[in-house]
């Protein structure tokens, strides 16, 4: 009622969204949120041409705004496409535009940018939410074309441009697929142009989302931008089991955070000598077996085969004994227990003033309430005489 009435007054309608409406491409459902830090900042008094406007799932673009529109985080606006227009919404604004143009390595002087052409009217509206209720029925109708053609190959998204003469078939193959037969038949059923654009299964993870073992949203569908190569190689130096179930994401991948401490773990492993170095005593050979980077203590056996019987050894203690083992000389044991003390024993220490763990698990003694012996009745009082 309220949008009819300020059309009839000539007064062009709200178009910024905050709502999700139906899973429309509005805030509560996009991906890749930048937190605007300068959001409280005064403004100055440069100007910023150049704004950052999402579309569906991770897809964002760069625009130039031309007219010198007053555009606000959250604005629908109709950009310029290849052909038409599309429609997209706003999603940074200001100086903070330039941190992500040096983030992605676009130079603003070199890079030719579309333009927006205006906020987005009912018309405009009307006809791009029309187009995104087309997009899971064409995906589902296009999976079974490829499987009739057997091309090995998954369609994973579809995305229509604002305007709906476009689409953009978002797909998955290990291989190079031949799909000019595909196009065809796909632009003959819809009267559409068919643009194909091939996305790894990583992408794929971040365009679908969802919930990962650490209990948070996945982070390729939140953050991540550029993905960069995990190998096994990152949980060796980490000391992580090499257990596919637990390493592997929901892309089927290695998970992207196993790189995160990776460098950290790497710069405290420059002091530890090579795992491969075998310890002389005068009772037998020690053999690594496990290290606690971080508490700085490598752990050896005297029993390779059976692994028992592990010895806590730090690693200057380490150093000390392979220089001994290098001038020929057996050291009697492997930990100087009368110089270095060892704690192995991992505990919760009340050390923020937080209550006891147990604190709960004590059970109060529930004590007894005294009858008083002049309320008590006596027994045969309701008894008849005989």
């Not at 919404?89 to 130079?107: A, H, P, R, W, Y």
């Not at 559409?192 to 948070?216: F, H, K, N």
Request: with cysteine; net charge positive.
């Amino acid at each position: 009622m309220e949008n009819t009435e300020k059309e009839k007054s000539g007064i062009q309608p709200e178009t910024n969204i905050n709502t999700c409406d139906n899973c429309k491409r509005t805030e509560a459902c996009s991906k890749l949120q930048t937190f605007d830090w300068l959001n409280n900042i005064p403004s100055s008094t440069q100007k910023y041409d150049i704004v950052e406007v999402r579309f569906k799932n991770t897809r964002k673009e760069f625009f130039v705004n031309a007219n010198s529109l007053r555009l606000n985080k959250g604005d629908i606006v109709a950009v310029e496409a290849s052909p038409g227009h599309d429609i997209g919404i706003v999603s940074l604004t200001g100086e903070l535009v330039n941190f992500q143009l040096k983030k992605q390595d676009i130079n603003p002087e070199e890079y030719e940018f579309k333009k927006i052409y205006r906020k987005a009217k009912p018309a405009d509206l009307e006809k791009w939410h029309e187009a995104i209720s087309l997009e899971e029925s064409t995906m589902l109708e296009t999976r079974k074309i490829a499987a009739d053609l057997n091309l090995d190959m998954k369609i994973g998204d579809v995305e229509y441009q604002g305007d709906k003469t476009k689409a953009i078939f978002y797909y998955i193959a290990d291989e190079r697929v031949d799909f000019r037969e595909l196009i065809k038949i796909l632009a003959e059923k819809f009267k559409i142009r068919i643009e194909m654009r091939q996305i790894g299964a990583r992408q794929e993870a971040g365009r679908i989302g969802g919930i990962g073992s650490c209990g948070r949203e996945l982070c390729c569908s939140t953050w991540i931008t550029n993905f960069v190569s995990v190998t096994t190689n990152s949980a060796r130096h980490q000391e992580i089991s090499l257990n596919p179930q637990k390493l592997a994401g929901q892309c089927g991948k290695l998970k992207c955070c196993l790189n995160y401490e990776l460098d950290c773990y790497i710069d405290a492993q420059k002091d530890f000598p090579s795992k491969d170095i075998i310890l002389e005593t005068k009772t037998g050979q020690a053999h690594h077996t496990k290290t606690d980077i971080f508490r700085g203590i490598m752990w050896y056996t005297f029993d390779p085969v059976n692994m028992v019987n592990f010895t806590a050894v730090p690693v200057e203690r380490v150093n000390e004994i392979i220089e001994l083992n290098k001038k020929g000389k057996k050291v009697d044991v492997l930990v100087d227990t009368t110089n270095v003390v060892v704690n192995s024993s991992l505990d919760f220490k009340n050390e923020v003033g937080q209550d006891s763990l147990t604190r709960f698990d004590k059970q109060k003694n529930k004590r007894k309430k005294k009858r008083n012996p002049k309320r008590r009745k006596p027994r045969n009082e309701n008894k008849k005489k005989p």
